[in-house]
């Protein structure tokens, strides 16, 4: 599993994730392999960081898959075009990747198999099996580390300067609880756009 988080605050959008991956009982650590959880996406809107939590195998097809989309569908400037672009990504994924999309007999509907959160001028969004989509007004957390994570930028987001000091209390707790997370992290910031 993974620790990742995003964060807004004070005019800035931060993005993090640790950097192990496991396997059963192996761990992978950063030293063996460029274990990056985060890719970047480039829309209309501009710069998107993407982080996932769930089986690795997501990470190079939702890369692969998000990459080869035509920009005028690729838009993740807000909680609808999140909803709108991941829902044209599912059946994609299905027949050119393989997407197993059943979880149990009582789903309501086909599932995507991943979490994700978003970070970028816009905001920072997350995206869920079923491609619910939240869009959040401080902070949140995904992965096996995200309950340390999230108690963590709870306690520092008063406090703290930036998005990116809130971000790295987060991504510190998971990995020092959570025995499937360690540093290194990966931390991406970018500047929030105003609202009207």
């Known amino acids: 599993m993974t620790t ?3 964060v807004k605050k004070a005019g800035q959008i931060a993005i993090a994730a640790d950097t192990l991956v496991t396997f059963g009982d192996t761990r992978l650590a950063h030293r063996f392999e460029n274990n990056t959880k985060i890719f ?4 209309d809107e501009g710069t998107s960081y993407i982080g996932m939590a769930g089986t690795v195998a997501h990470f190079p097809v939702l890369r692969k898959a998000m990459g080869s989309m035509p920009r005028e569908i690729l838009k993740l400037g807000s909680k609808d075009d999140v909803f709108d672009t991941f829902t044209k990504l599912h059946p994609y994924l299905k027949d050119n990747f393989f997407l197993q999309t059943k979880e149990e ?8 198999q991943f979490s994700v959160v ?3 001028p816009s905001g920072i969004y997350g995206l869920y099996s079923y491609r619910e989509v939240f869009e959040f007004k401080e902070f949140w957390g995904i992965g096996s580390g ?3 994570a999230l108690g963590a930028m709870h306690a520092a987001y008063a406090k703290a300067k930036t998005a990116k000091e809130v971000a790295e209390a987060g991504i510190a707790a998971g990995c020092e609880f959570d025995r499937n997370s360690a540093l290194p992290c990966d931390l991406f910031t970018v500047k929030a756009k ?3």
């Open 4 to 6: 990742v988080v995003v």
């Open 40 to 43: 970047k996406v480039e829309t």
């Open 105 to 112: 007999d009582s789903d309501p509907y086909e599932s995507s």
């Open 118 to 120: 978003i970070a970028n």
């Open 146 to 148: 995200r309950s340390f």
């Open 194 to 196: 105003e609202q009207k």
